[in-house]
T-cell receptor
Framework: ELKVEQNPLFLSMQEGKNYTIYCNYS?????LYWYRQDPGKSLESLFV?????AVKQEGRLMASLDTKARLSTLHITAAVHDLSATYFC????????????FGKGTHLIIQP | NAGVTQTPKFQVLKTGQSMTLQCAQD?????MSWYRQDPGMGLRLIHY???????DQGEVPNGYNVSRSTTEDFPLRLLSAAPSQTSVYFC?????????FGSGTRLTVV
């Protein structure tokens, strides 16, 4: 059974600080997704990581993938209030069901 | 380009009632899937389809039925609603590595 674990599940931080969200998964899949969700809204795709060592950056967010460690990280640099949201990682398991297995999400609050 | 369209956006059902959540996509994607989102649980896969006429179960299929008669539509049926099915439901389609999610249906069963 594929498992995806995120930590922390809740994070409160100040503007201007840096922090990292971790995503561990149990399969050998090398496709890892990061999504953002605002309250009452749908999922917004942030990054798709397709191979070992992949690194992608968009603004203050940077995601990386280590398939050997089965670990992905989402790093936030110099956080701003607008980044407050819930962030999900998910893994696509081609060997099983055709769908995503999600972590429980990280609820991020960035305070001025 | 509408993407993935879900209807209705909100619904209240009484226990035992049945209903269908609609999902339509206009991107000619072969793969479609349904998820439910509960507080603190992330999203969990209910059913999925790899093409017209082909469906399969995901992690939490009990109490739900699906069919895929066309590429565009993938309805989710609740046969006899229960309070445990109170949730937010998302439909998604996929082409290649990219998933597109609908805006969701918030369902309350009383």
């Amino acid at each position: 059974e594929l498992k995806v674990e995120q930590n922390p599940l809740f994070l409160s931080m100040q503007e201007g600080k840096n922090y990292t969200i971790y995503c561990n998964y149990s399969t050998t899949s090398d496709r890892l997704y990061w999504y953002r969700q605002d309250p009452g809204k749908s999922l917004e795709s942030l990054f798709v990581l397709l191979s070992n060592g992949a690194v992608k950056q968009e603004g203050r967010l940077m995601a990386s993938l280590d398939t050997k460690a089965r670990l992905s990280t989402l790093h936030i640099t110099a956080a701003v209030h607008d980044l407050s949201a819930t962030y999900f990682c998910a893994v696509d398991d081609w060997g099983g069901a055709d769908g995503l297995t999600f972590g429980k999400g990280t609820h991020l609050i960035i305070q001025p | 380009n509408a993407g993935v369209t879900q209807t209705p956006k909100f619904q209240v059902l009484k226990t035992g009632q049945s209903m269908t959540l609609q999902c339509a996509q206009d991107m000619n994607h072969e793969y479609m899937s349904w998820y439910r989102q509960d507080p603190g649980m992330g999203l969990r896969l209910i059913h999925y389809s790899v093409g017209a006429g082909i469906t399969d179960q995901g992690e939490v299929p009990n109490g739900y039925n699906v069919s895929r008669s066309t590429t565009e539509d993938f309805p989710l049926r609740l046969l006899s609603a229960a309070p445990s099915q109170t949730s937010v439901y998302f439909c998604a389609s996929r082409a290649g590595y990219g998933y597109t999610f609908g805006s969701g249906t918030r369902l309350t069963v009383v």
